[in-house]
């Protein structure tokens, strides 16, 4: 069972950036997805990004054209920049790795939060 490591969140300023790590115990190379989640208070996981073994690229709506998801086999590391962070986009991020196309659950990391201040 692979293990997920999540790094990078922090306090930053509404307009700035931050890069988030999602490292793995494990090879990702056949992991079927990589995907990077958030919760704020009072709502619901939502998938922000997500990668496929494939490098194909998944992005919600609120982020796309700011946030842009990469995986680094060699390094069995998922990453996730963001950047013009907006108020909005505090929550909790959360890494998640599907073994395959029938994982429905996933492999969850133990979250990192990302604060972005007006």
């Known amino acids: 069972q692979v293990q997920l490591v999540e790094s990078g969140g922090g306090l930053v300023q509404a307009g700035g950036s931050l890069r988030l790590s999602c490292a793995a115990s494990?090879?990702?190379?056949?992991?079927?997805?990589m995907g990077w989640y958030r919760q704020a208070p009072g709502k619901q996981r939502e998938l922000v990004a997500s990668?496929?073994?494939?490098?194909?690229?998944y992005y919600v709506d609120s982020v796309k054209g700011r946030f842009t998801i990469s995986r680094d086999n060699a390094e069995n590391t998922v990453y996730l920049q963001m950047n013009s962070l907006k108020p909005e986009d505090t929550a909790v991020y959360y890494c998640?790795?599907?073994?395959?196309?029938?994982?429905?659950?996933?492999?969850w990391g133990q979250g990192t939060q990302v604060t972005v201040s007006s």
């Open positions: 998640n790795a599907r073994h395959s196309v029938y994982d429905y659950t996933g492999t």
């Open positions: 990668i496929t073994s494939g490098d194909s690229a």
């Open positions: 494990v090879s990702i190379f056949s992991i079927y997805a």
